[in-house]
Nanobody, 121 residues
């Protein structure tokens, strides 16, 4: 139901834009989140956007990443600027069926397949 894309290899300081397309009919009511899993680490929350457009970011990406959504296109985006090698991870988009924006992955109902982001130093 969720398809993430846009990952790739980029040098430190560069930018990437991730996209996540949803086939869900109730997309506009979903809370959407981006998570990531770095090598040998647990998956962690990166950013989220509520159905009303409110956003929230992990401290590690605040000021560098921007999450946005286009309900007409059933899509959510993650603009990543000033990338660092420590941003290297598989990035996942996730959807939560309404309610509050939360950072705990167990509350999210649907997951995309992940897209690899590699930042070289």
């Amino acid at each position: 139901q969720l398809q993430a894309s846009g990952g790739g290899l980029v040098q430190a300081g560069g930018s990437l834009r991730l996209s996540c397309a949803s086939s869900g009919r109730a997309f506009s009511s979903y809370v959407m989140g981006w998570f990531r899993r770095a090598p040998e680490k647990d998956r962690e929350w990166v950013a989220g956007i509520s159905s009303g457009g409110g956003t929230y970011y992990a401290d590690s990406v605040k000021g560098r990443f921007t999450i946005s959504r286009d309900n007409a296109k059933n899509a959510v985006y993650l603009q990543m600027n000033s990338l660092k090698p420590e941003d290297t991870a598989i990035y996942y988009c996730a959807a939560k069926g309404g309610g509050r924006l939360v950072t705990t992955e167990t509350f999210y109902d649907y997951w995309g397949q992940g897209t690899q982001v590699t930042v070289s130093s």
